[in-house]
């Protein structure tokens, strides 16, 4: 069956660490993963995106992985701020599906001061 | 000035009712969605349109109905509605089916 995890539901680190979050699929091909992040009462709102041919993508302290081999995706967030304390969605969209994005169950991070 | 706009907010509502949730875009895009977020925080799609067609039906109810009346809008019509319709709701809007989307703030919809 077709499935999409991310690693855990809640991840805390301390302030300046590196924050990994892991979104793994099984049964999918997907052309490109997305990650959102979403906070509280919000919507979801795009970070980054990388597409199958692509091995890493970097947007400031973002930095997004894809392994279509291990079926994974890595986002990592360096130098951790408080601010950055929310829930990360990684979506998978699949080809030919008319921008069908299918979500993981998202993690949330907490950065300690 | 708001991008994505749904309204309302928030909705209490009867089981049995018939309700209407309203999303307007001001980004110039031709793709609009809805999404339901249930209490487990899991978002999945339920429907599309690209320029006003309808181009994913995910497995819902005939009781969600989605209309668009033009481009940048689409609304969410809920006919008969049943205790497990409670969630949170998101339209969002791409400029075509494989770009970014962009999520609204949400309407969460209480059936009592």
């Known amino acids: 069956s077709q499935k999409i995890e991310q690693n855990s539901e809640a991840l805390n680190i301390q302030e300046g660490k590196t924050a990994t979050l892991t979104c793994n699929y099984t049964?999918?091909?997907?052309?490109?993963l997305q990650w959102y992040r979403q906070d509280p009462g919000r919507g979801p709102v795009f970070l980054l995106l990388?597409?199958?041919?692509?091995k890493e993508k970097r947007k400031e302290r973002l930095k997004v992985t894809f392994d279509t081999t291990l079926k994974q995706s890595l986002f990592h967030i360096t130098a951790s701020q408080p601010a950055d304390s929310a829930t990360y969605l990684c979506?998978?969209?699949?080809?030919?599906?008319?921008?069908?994005?299918?979500f993981g169950q998202g993690t949330e991070l907490s950065v300690k001061p | 000035d708001t991008a994505v706009s749904q309204t309302p907010k928030y909705l209490v509502t009867q089981m049995g009712n018939d309700k209407s949730i309203k999303c307007e875009q001001n980004l110039g895009h031709d793709t609009m969605y809805w999404y339901k977020q249930d209490s487990k925080k899991f978002l999945k799609i339920m429907f599309s349109?690209?320029?006003?067609?309808?181009?994913i039906n995910e497995t819902v109810p005939n009781r969600f109905s989605p209309k668009s009346p033009d481009k940048a809008h689409l609304n969410l019509h809920i006919n008969s509605l049943e205790l497990g319709d409670s969630a949170v709701y998101f339209c969002?809007?791409?400029?075509?089916?494989?770009?970014?989307?962009?999520f609204g703030a949400g309407t969460r919809l209480s059936v009592l």
């Open positions: 349109y690209n320029n006003k067609e309808l181009i």
């Open positions: 049964n999918y091909s997907p052309a490109y």
């Open positions: 979506a998978l969209d699949i080809y030919n599906q008319g921008g069908k994005l299918i």
């Open positions: 969002a809007s791409s400029q075509d089916p494989q770009d970014i989307q962009y």
């Open positions: 990388i597409r199958e041919n692509e």
